[in-house]
């Protein structure tokens, strides 16, 4: 499926984040019916972080996946990257308002670029924010470089529900109802585009494919309520690690 992408949101600007920042948390409740949360703790559990692991957290947003961390394992640290300045903006008034900013470090970060050195973190995580990235196969080479031998890559990502019976109703709600609901809350724009984006991202197998040739021995493939969701869980690849 040929799908246009906007190219102000293409671009990695995160203008499109920007517009939406005060209402992103509100939307990702309603239109996920509360489950992101539930699929954020299983992310941050497939990463199996010890006290002291330093995680890498790309696509941060409002920091919700760097917050989770620091709850399921209070003597992590977490650096946050993002490229929306509002976004952060929402983010870091959260985590000061959690008592976590001894433990959480926002910032303005590309994940097609990180600031990071090779091997530094134990681990990774991006959630709902690789298929807004412009070259996904450089942020994947990216994170296999980033993360230390033997460490994890943790890859959130809202996908084409399946399944016989309940996939159908599913997708209608991912292709239908969820744009009309964001409209209504926020801009029919912004919500065109999720749509489109999710149409337009890989087939599990496939990405999964695609994170193998840029340096991620895969894990684990793990579907999340009938497929709305996937959890790709990966580590550095052994030419990575060596």
């Known amino acids: 499926m040929n799908v246009v992408i906007p190219m102000d949101v293409r671009d990695g600007s995160g203008a499109m984040f920007d517009r939406i920042a005060r209402r992103y948390d509100l939307l990702n409740r309603i239109l996920s019916l509360g489950l992101d949360r539930a699929w954020r ?38 650096i946050g990257l993002d490229p929306s300045p509002r976004m952060l903006d929402v983010g870091r008034a959260k ?30 995580t991006i959630a709902f924010g690789i298929r807004n990235v412009p070259d996904r196969e450089r942020a994947l080479r990216e994170m296999a470089r980033v993360t230390r031998p033997n460490g994890r890559v943790a890859i959130l990502e809202l996908s084409e529900p399946e399944g016989r019976f309940l996939g159908p109703l599913a997708r209608l709600y991912v292709h239908h109802l969820v744009p009309r609901i964001g409209a209504l809350l926020s801009g029919a724009r912004e919500y065109r ?26 894990l684990a493939v793990e579907p999340l309520s009938f497929g709305a969701c996937c959890l790709f869980v990966a580590r550095p690849a052994a030419e990575v690690r060596s």
Do not use: N
Not at 72 to 78: F, I, R, S
Not at 100 to 123: F, H, M, N, W, Y
Not at 195 to 218: K, N, Y
């Open 41 to 78: 703790r299983r992310t941050v559990r497939a990463l199996e972080l010890v006290p002291g692991s330093r995680v890498a957290d790309l696509a941060t947003g409002t920091a919700d996946m760097a917050l989770e961390v620091v709850r399921l394992e209070p003597k992590a640290t977490v």
């Open 95 to 124: 985590v000061d308002a959690a008592g976590a900013g001894d433990r959480v470090t926002l910032r303005l970060g590309d994940a097609q670029v990180l600031p990071l050195d090779d091997a530094s973190v134990d681990a990774v």
């Open 193 to 218: 585009y999720l749509q489109a984006s999710i149409a337009a991202f890989p087939a599990p197998a496939e990405f999964a494919a695609m994170m193998g040739r840029c340096g991620l021995e895969v």
